[in-house]
C-alpha cells in the first residue's frame, strides 16, 4: 500500500518547513513543544460531528490533584444510560491535550454512538512514569463511583487511545483481567497505533525514522521525559508488550498506520494478544502516525472512523 498523494503532499510541505529552519519536537523544551503542537492542531480540524454535547467535569487524583474529563455525548435520543468509552489522548506523554484531540473523541462518540469521556492524564517531565498510569486509573476509580450520576452506563465501558494513549488503555485491559475484583469487565480494548516496547528498536523504527511525521528521535526524546530512569523501561506498564500474562483481556482492536515507526510493535503486542486467546482485529492502513487526526488532510479517514465505530457499537451493544 502506498501513500496517498494528498497525505504525501503533506509530509512534503512538513519536509519544506524543516529545511527553511523550523526545528522538530525533539529540539524544543517540553513548554515549547506543547505549544508548537497545539498551534499545528488547529491546521488539522476538520469537519467533526458537531451535534455532540461536552461537559467538563473534574476527578480528584489519589494524591490530590484535580484531573481534567471531558465528556462528550451524542445529541440523540436514548431511553437509557449511555454506554461509554474511557479515552486517553496520545502525544507522548509530553504532548497532546484535551483540546488537540477533540475531534477524535467527537467522531467516536457520534458514529458509535456512545458517551466518550477523555482524560488530561498529568504530562512528562513535570510528572513522570507511571503518573500518568495512575491518574488513568484514577479516571476509571472516578467513572466506576461517578458514572451513573451523569447517565453512563459502565457495565458497558470500553478502554481506548491514539499512539501513548493507547499504551495507557491497555495497562488498563490488562490490568482489568489480572484484578477482576478491583476493576470492571472491559467490552474492548480501542488501540490506536499504540507504543508497546520501549526498551528496544525494530525495523520500523528504522525505516520510518524520519520523514513521515513522527520521528524515531521524536520517540526517544518522549521517552526519555517520560521514565525516571532506563529501567523504567523494561517495565511492562511502560512496555505492554513485555507482560507475561495477557489472559483473559478484553477483546482489542488494534490498528496500525503502514508508515510508522510504532507498526512492528503495534503488530506485534496484536500477535501476543492473539496468542494469549484474546479475540484481536488488526488493520494497517496506508498512513502515518496520527491518522486519526488527519481528517483534513488524508481522504479515507472517515471510512477508518467508520470501522472503529462499528467495532465500539458491536461491543458495547446491550
Known amino acids: 500500500m502506498s501513500l496517498h498523494p494528498e497525505l504525501s503532499a503533506f509530509l512534503d510541505l512538513v519536509e519544506e518547513g524543516r529545511l527553511a529552519g523550523r526545528p522538530p519536537l525533539h529540539a524544543l523544551s517540553p513548554e515549547l513543544a506543547r505549544d508548537t503542537f497545539e498551534q499545528a492542531s488547529t491546521g ?50 509530553v504532548v497532546g491535550s484535551l483540546d488537540s484531540h477533540e475531534g477524535i473523541c467527537a467522531e467516536l462518540a457520534w458514529r458509535t454512538p456512545c458517551a466518550v469521556l477523555a482524560v488530561d492524564y498529568r504530562r512528562a517531565p513535570e510528572q513522570r512514569f507511571p503518573t500518568a498510569l495512575f491518574d488513568a486509573e484514577d479516571a476509571l476509580s472516578w467513572l466506576v463511583a461517578e458514572g451513573a450520576e451523569h447517565g453512563l452506563d459502565v457495565s458497558r465501558l470500553a478502554v481506548g487511545g491514539d499512539s501513548a494513549g493507547a499504551t495507557l488503555a491497555t495497562v488498563l485491559a490488562i490490568q ?60 511492562w506498564r511502560f512496555s505492554p508488550l513485555l507482560c507475561e500474562h495477557l489472559q483473559g483481556a478484553a477483546p482489542a482492536f488494534v490498528g496500525l498506520a503502514q508508515y510508522d515507526p510504532l507498526h512492528d510493535e503495534g503488530l506485534a503486542y496484536a500477535e501476543r494478544l492473539q496468542q494469549a486467546g484474546v479475540t484481536v482485529t488488526c488493520r494497517t492502513y496506508a498512513a502515518t502516525h496520527d491518522l486519526l487526526r488527519m481528517g483534513a488532510v488524508m481522504p479515507g479517514v472517515d471510512q477508518v472512523y467508520a470501522e472503529l465505530a462499528s467495532h465500539l457499537a458491536r461491543a458495547l451493544a446491550n
Open 176 to 235: 482489568a483481567a489480572q484484578a477482576p475484583r478491583q476493576w470492571p469487565p472491559i467490552r474492548l480494548q480501542l488501540l490506536c497505533y499504540p507504543s508497546t516496547d520501549a526498551s528496544r528498536s525494530t525495523v520500523s523504527n528504522e525505516l520510518f525514522d524520519e520523514g513521515y511525521l513522527l520521528e524515531s528521535a521524536t520517540l526517544e526524546w518522549f521517552y526519555n521525559h517520560y521514565q525516571r530512569t532506563p529501567a523504567d523501561r523494561l517495565d
Open 44 to 93: 488539522l480540524v476538520w469537519p467533526w460531528p458537531q451535534h455532540v454535547a461536552r461537559r467538563e467535569l473534574t476527578a480528584r487524583t489519589r494524591d490530590g490533584a484535580s484531573l481534567a474529563l471531558r465528556l462528550y455525548l451524542p445529541e440523540v435520543a436514548c431511553a437509557q444510560p449511555w454506554p461509554v468509552l474511557l479515552y486517553f489522548h496520545g502525544g507522548g506523554y
